[in-house]
């Protein structure tokens, strides 16, 4: 019902900017809450940013610190990661992830799961 594709990951310096972005090549009738987790060697995968299907009321992980900005584009089937000022340790692969409502996501879990995307922060 429900695949995810990630791009637009990549290596960069520390302060440059990457935008990630989402596609559900198989969209459907229902709404789903779209979020992006992220995950490094040793560490649980863990939720960045999440919004409701609607675009409204983005939510964001204390690490973040105002950096990123999250989007949704229904009429595009997709959802956007806008990164800026990139520090290494934002370095993992980047999973986007998809879910009934905003909370599911929030909590650190999904039902959908994209294959990731690496991104390499180096100093």
């Known amino acids: 019902q429900v695949q995810l594709v990630e791009s637009g990951g990549g290596s960069v310096q520390v302060g440059d900017s990457l935008r990630l972005s989402c596609r559900n090549s198989?969209?459907?009738?229902?709404?789903?809450?779209m979020g992006w987790f992220r995950q490094t060697p040793g560490k649980e995968r863990e939720v960045v940013a999440a919004v409701p299907w609607h675009g409204s009321g983005p939510w964001y992980a204390r690490f973040v610190r105002g950096r990123f900005t999250i989007s949704i584009d229904n009429d595009k089937n997709t959802v956007a990661l806008q990164m800026n000022d990139l520090q290494p340790s934002d370095t993992a692969v980047y999973f986007c992830a998809a879910a009934d409502v905003q909370a599911t996501l929030i909590r650190g879990t999904a039902d959908y799961w994209g294959q990731g995307t690496q991104v390499t922060v180096s100093s």
């Open positions: 198989a969209p459907s009738i229902s709404r789903h809450a």
